[in-house]
């Protein structure tokens, strides 16, 4: 049962960031409350305010932005998994996000809730890095941008500071003649892994990759020098760094016991996971 809370309505990212700074820690932001109405539910957050953000106007829509795209933290999961656009030209994210939760879930729950929320079990994080998206915090001291890769920072962690939310999240599209590919493990609809991988194949060489793990540790982690170990080599040869990379993969994901896998287990799903997602965009993928 929810004990009583006062909601607040905001018109605009910098009146929600006033009564951010105004309640502090007594507050909590309502966007699409799948994760928070349940923690409330079991009484691990009793917040007195609610800052309802869903009426904010800047938070909502899907628009084309310098090459890119612009996506308003108060899109659901559903929106992005069914947008033209976006399964057009992004189909790494249309992938990941038609895994989200179920199909409730996918309607009421936010892009930016879920970044917010810091889930290390969730799905858009991981095609996110891959595609090099950043977001743009907003308060009342204006706004700032900063690459994914920086915004998360562990477990239910983020680098929002006192007063900030999440307003949107930008992606740049690849370059013409890369494949995706997107590997999903799962139990009781939460992912145990998943991986994303974006390739330009020369032949049969890798000529430029890119990779990220979610789920695995307490954070989604891109692989840079995974990604340099194996950019130039035949697909075959790739294939034998990655499984001689177990070492790297322990350090860089920092996998931890829970109850969708063991550290061990999720080690030796990782490597097969890029495996299968490296062959897959190497072949085009859900590439253009």
């Excluded at 820690?25 to 699409?32: E, K, P, Q, R, W």
């Excluded at 789920?215 to 075959?236: F, H, K, N, W």
Aim: charged letters at 25%.
């Amino acid at each position: 049962m929810l004990k009583p809370f006062r909601l607040l309505r905001p018109g605009t990212v910098a009146e929600a960031g006033e009564e951010l700074e105004r309640h502090d820690d007594a507050a909590a932001i309502y966007a699409g409350g799948a994760e928070l109405l349940l923690l409330m539910r079991q009484g691990l957050l009793q917040p007195e305010y609610l800052i309802d953000i869903k009426h904010i106007p800047e938070l909502h829509g899907i628009r084309r932005e310098n090459g890119g795209i612009s996506i308003g933290a108060a899109v659901t999961h559903w929106d992005l998994e069914r947008d033209g656009e976006i399964r057009k030209h992004y189909p790494l994210l249309a992938e990941a996000e038609s895994h989200v939760g179920n199909i409730r879930v996918r309607n009421q729950g936010t892009l930016g809730g879920n970044l917010c929320f810091a889930d290390p079990h969730a799905d858009p994080a991981t095609p996110l890095l891959v595609l090099d998206a950043e977001v743009e915090l907003g308060s009342t001291r204006g706004s700032r941008v900063m690459p994914l890769d920086d915004f998360l920072l562990g477990m239910y962690e983020t680098a929002l500071e006192p007063g900030e939310i999440l307003a949107r999240v930008r992606v740049e599209p690849l370059p013409p003649g890369w494949g995706v590919a997107y590997q999903r493990i799962e139990r009781f609809f939460r992912p145990t892994l998943n991986a994303a991988v974006a390739a330009r194949s020369g032949g049969n060489v890798v000529n430029e990759v890119r990779m990220a793990v979610g789920c695995v540790g307490p954070r989604a982690v891109r692989l840079p020098d995974l990604e340099g170990r194996i950019r130039g080599l035949t697909v075959e040869d790739a294939v034998e760094a990655i499984r001689g990379a177990r070492e790297l993969l322990e350090e860089v994901l920092m996998p931890v016991d829970d109850l969708l896998g063991s550290a061990a287990y999720k080690l030796d799903i990782t490597v097969v996971a890029l495996e299968r997602a490296l062959r897959t965009s190497m072949m085009g993928g859900m590439g253009d």
